[in-house]
């Protein structure tokens, strides 16, 4: 297929690009991680190989949010926005960008968002799960405290989607959960097992009532949810949480339909894709690549480009949907909807 | 369906029901929790009616994993084992028993493990997640430790299945991530998030490597892990984790076709049953209710028995596979195996 | 679900009952089967009770299609094309139609549909497979003789859809291939075996290449053609068979996307439901009964109104797609497209 | 997947390649085709390369059916399984073969595949659907006739497996329902459509009530009926159809549990299999290509390697179903059952 969308693929500043590689040098080990996440401009001959129309770029993980003084997430925040900002000007058919922002005070969030969206031109935001706080940086800050319903307003004005991105679990609970086995900590397990608790966290507060046009994305197909949503829903038994502030006709189900997207980053298996596709519509679903982590993007390119799924599916998932809720047609990214299936060449007998 | 075998079923010692209606207060509120938790002989009404002829009963979450003293702990597993067995033995074609063990020490769990099966008949073993020790009560035990081998040798030898069954989260981790949004701590998210990661570790950690004959069960429709074993798998790089102990040439989907297996306790969910076959296929997928934190057994039995599955998958899910992995054919309970569809009423025009 | 549409449901003149009656006097043996078919205001009742807003009506099967004599065949389109306008403009907010045509000649059927639709307000055209002719009326005529071309441009001019609906084989056919098996003749294999090679010769004859915007609609969960795509387009090899008008650059899957319709007509199948979406996406199918041959709508509403599919897709399925395709939001039928999944009451835990 | 097992993998006597190529002269066009069929020896570098251990050869279609004089018949048969009972023979590791018969008399039939399997080995027999005869040809005798009852009861007794195969419909139905769209004839529909009302046939009347032990085996993912069971059994009112043999409280459903199984032979489609397992269970489906009907086992194989299935479902359907039904674990094949996934190369993240 022809014209995807791919939309949770990292950069860094390079002047970053020695913490990444201290971060995840236990874990990773891949020398060309910092080199890769820095070089944008080099993207474009395999966005041409692997089909891909369109990249929208995030500051990667754990950006502002691993920064505990309020002072210097907020300048990395700007600092990276307006970077990012420039490269997406001097190529804006290919590039499009999330925002960074340091989730320390939600006003100035709600400030730097409407800057970064207004004036630099940015189709979102992107947030790396808790905010690091406190003096000794073990402070957490999750959204779902109601201090942020002025964070939640700004996103739901400005009309632009929030990508919730996973981070390594905080000290106490890495302690107490992963240090005898930490392979568990990152991408494998504890990522999806921490952000999920974050998710459900912002839906059973009742965000999604209180703003009814807030839209959140989150990756890894759905970071461990569309597979449990019926137990999910049964077991938040509303006699006995009266204090859950969401509303009672509701179930985490309804917000699938109204304010919840997944993608496919860093997860291309074609049955956990059709489990996703029988809970959620291929309408909530989109193509993600999850770049540099995995490696290239042909792996998950041609995944996708020969999944079993019908043509109407393909469309919406690897292109539609997120050129819709990015508005990725409007100037100065102009991208054509409607494209036809002969146009995008997806065709053949199917799989 | 007639012929049912159910085997996530609770029960609790009489003197206990105080604990237990103390310790779900805040969450279930539901005054007839503890009644039904100690009311054994009187399940059989409910199980004709829902076409149940065998549960399989085990000492109700967290049971001796709550319990931080050893000798408490373990005076617990021999009491419940001791009454439970009373209670089978009084009617063994419509009740077997897992046995509780405490797990403060491998050797003395492996020693009471082997006395309930080969003394008490016990079919298998239920373990409550970790186990509470310390004197704050605060410490937590996981059994991917190298010290539990001793356990996993015994029960590979004894060849009987391990139930690993969900508790609430450690206070650490309450404090550190349910604390504002306590309603996802237990059954709706929190148990299988913190279940999974304890699964997880034991496989990780290579014990199925150490011990090929051990069978993991565990419930809720796999705590998580099917739908996400493609990710799971694709991010347990060996280069990257050296230190991981399990075989370098396995997958957990491989586990999934030797040493574990699913039920379907508490999570009635026909799309996610189906993903779970198409992951996992029938042959490791086990019917069960959850009782009595399900409210009776017609709930799960009637979706069962409606299910849109192959008569095969019907018959290997609610009867075959559980009876073959507990060896239930054998005295006491003597249930036969290889029963027509016709004979356990499977049929109809399918859904 | 509330507000459903459907859309293969018959009815019949009451000077034909007698004649229905005979017809299916062997095969149905319903006493009442005539009197359904010819009650229409009757029907609100049961709409209302189960959540059906809107039927399409068509004459039902063989109609026009089994009368070989051309006069005689046009005489009743035009009599129960002006009846059945009656019937909706009585009450359009909850009946529309679709019109009836003799095919003996494309010129004269376009001509009627023509009426029909713009005079007459019908929505569409339902036909019944191939036309009887010829003094003894054992000539079949099907419509993908290149002298159909005159009907097709009218119907795409017109841009209605034509829903092509079953009848029991030719004498010849039934006497080579059902006369010692004759319960397989009709609803059961016959029906589909038989409309699925028209379907074919339509879309294999490049009907849809020449008339692109022909949308045509047929029942049964697509009358045996989703299961079967990926052989019948892999047979379908152009080097074999260069007589074959079809643009060689289309697979009969590419036009499911562009030109054909399924409904799930009398064949109320979870599996098969699903496994319809995953071969056309649920964007190609609408819900229908099939009434009266269907005893009553509350087994096909009840089981599609708790269906194990996404809410997106529920509403799609069972009112948007038809909605759409048959333009139900105009005048005089009015009905109201964007409805939410709240006000259809479409909800709670899934399936 | 090493280790695999195909059954509908056509051969040719030499003499026969001309009459072959006349035959399918028109729709085929292959020339390669006649000597293909005519070479076995050649074909086990072919199977090493695509993981084929088995291959279960019959002679090509329609073979001993298309000939409507019963002598020649017969002769053809006995030639035919002479020769190929010499070929398996020399190779019995890697060859089997299902014996030819003429079914103009149920009596001869019964005798010839009699000696077929008791002296020459044959794993089963293969049948091309109708059997021509009459002084023309056009007679066309079916195997639901009470008179084949000699030939089931022999099938029973000898306890093989009866696989059914399509050929080109007759020349009466190829001229009222084929003859203006004929490359809809053969294997993109017709042949399907054809076969299935013969299998149909058999099993509505009685034929598996009375010899509850024959086997049917038909390929190409079941000939249209998989998709269809819930609208057949639905439509197979007995109060309608008084006439009709099937036991009354069977449906054909059933029968898919205890008398009818699929191959995957030229139906290479991960959505249909996919639905089929949904439908019959793993437990009924078995691979096969369809050589050299299929251009060469490659295409067929690689499909099924990286089929998004689990791994148990993998095993039974490319080996352990085949391996028991034609208990090909016995001399001369001595294929070894219980191989595990390692041993036969089944692993990987799965799809």
Same mark, same amino acid.
């Given at each position: 297929?022809?014209?995807?969308?791919?939309?949770? $693929?990292?950069?860094?500043?390079?002047?970053?690009?020695?913490?990444?590689?201290?971060?995840?040098?236990?874990?990773?080990?891949?020398?060309?991680?910092?080199?890769?996440?820095?070089?944008?401009?080099?993207?474009?001959?395999?966005?041409?190989?692997?089909?891909?129309?369109?990249?929208?770029?995030?500051?990667?993980?754990?950006?502002?949010?691993?920064?505990?003084?309020?002072?210097?997430?907020?300048?990395?925040?700007?600092?990276?926005?307006?970077?990012?900002?420039?490269?997406?000007?001097?190529?804006?058919?290919?590039?499009?960008?999330?925002?960074?922002?340091?989730?320390?005070?939600?006003?100035?969030?709600?400030?730097?968002?409407?800057?970064?969206?207004?004036?630099?031109?940015?189709?979102?935001?992107?947030?790396?799960?808790?905010?690091?706080?406190?003096?000794?940086?073990?402070?957490?800050?999750?959204?779902?405290?109601?201090?942020?319903?002025?964070?939640?307003?700004?996103? $739901?004005?400005?009309?632009?989607?929030?990508?919730?991105?996973?981070?390594?679990?905080?000290?106490?609970?890495?302690?107490?959960?992963?240090?005898?086995?930490?392979?568990?900590?990152?991408?494998?397990?504890?990522?999806?097992?921490?952000?999920?608790?974050?998710?459900?966290?912002?839906?059973?507060?009742?965000?999604?009532?209180?703003?009814?046009?807030?839209?959140?994305?989150?990756g890894h197909m759905?970071?461990?949810?569309?597979?449990?949503?019926?137990?999910?829903?049964?077991?938040?038994?509303?006699?006995?949480?009266? $204090?859950?502030?969401?509303?009672?006709?509701?179930?985490?189900?309804?917000?699938?339909?109204?304010?919840?997207?997944?993608?496919t980053s860093g997860h291309f298996s074609?049955?956990s894709l059709?489990?996703?596709?029988?809970?959620?519509?291929?309408?909530?679903?989109?193509?993600?690549?999850?770049?540099?982590?995995?490696?290239?993007?042909?792996?998950?390119?041609?995944?996708?480009?020969?999944?079993?799924?019908?043509?109407?599916?393909?469309?919406?998932?690897?292109? $539609?949907?997120?050129?819709?809720?990015?508005?990725?047609?409007?100037?100065?990214?102009?991208?054509?909807?409607?494209?036809?299936?002969?146009?995008?060449?997806?065709?053949?007998?199917?799989?």
């Open positions: 297929m022809r014209g995807k969308i791919i939309l949770e $693929e990292a950069w860094n500043l390079s002047r970053l690009a020695a913490d990444e590689a201290k971060l995840y040098a236990s874990i990773h080990g891949a020398a060309l991680l910092g080199k890769a996440l820095a070089d944008i401009d080099g993207r474009i001959a395999a966005m041409d190989e692997a089909g891909v129309e369109m990249q929208v770029l995030s500051l990667t993980a754990p950006g502002c949010q691993g920064v505990s003084d309020p002072v210097e997430a907020h300048n990395m925040a700007v600092e990276s926005n307006n970077y990012i900002a420039e490269k997406v000007k001097a190529n804006p058919s290919r590039f499009a960008a999330f925002a960074a922002v340091s989730m320390h005070d939600p006003k100035q969030a709600a400030k730097e968002l409407s800057r970064a969206v207004i004036e630099l031109g940015c189709v979102g935001v992107m947030i790396n799960d808790f905010q690091s706080s406190g003096p000794d940086g073990n402070t957490t800050l999750f959204y779902d405290n109601p201090a942020y319903d002025a964070f939640w307003a700004a996103v $739901e004005e400005l009309d632009v989607p929030v990508y919730l991105h996973p981070r390594l679990p905080s000290k106490l609970v890495f302690d107490e959960l992963y240090r005898d086995r930490k392979w568990l900590q990152a991408s494998a397990w504890g990522f999806a097992n921490q952000l999920s608790i974050h998710i459900l966290g912002i839906a059973t507060s009742g965000v999604f009532d209180r703003f009814p046009g807030v839209q959140l994305v989150f759905g970071e461990h949810i569309p597979f449990d949503l019926w137990r999910l829903d049964h077991k938040l038994d509303r006699d006995r949480f009266p $204090e859950m502030r969401m509303a009672k006709n509701k179930t985490i189900r309804d917000y699938f339909g109204s304010n919840m997207h997944i993608t074609t049955r059709q489990g996703a596709i029988a809970e959620l519509s291929s309408s909530r679903i989109m193509f993600s690549i999850d770049y540099p982590y995995e490696d290239g993007l042909m792996e998950g390119s041609t995944w996708f480009d020969a999944l079993p799924l019908s043509q109407p599916d393909l469309l919406a998932i690897g292109r $539609e949907n997120a050129l819709r809720l990015l508005k990725l047609d409007r100037a100065p990214h102009n991208m054509k909807p409607g494209l036809t299936l002969k146009e995008l060449e997806i065709g053949g007998l199917g799989g």
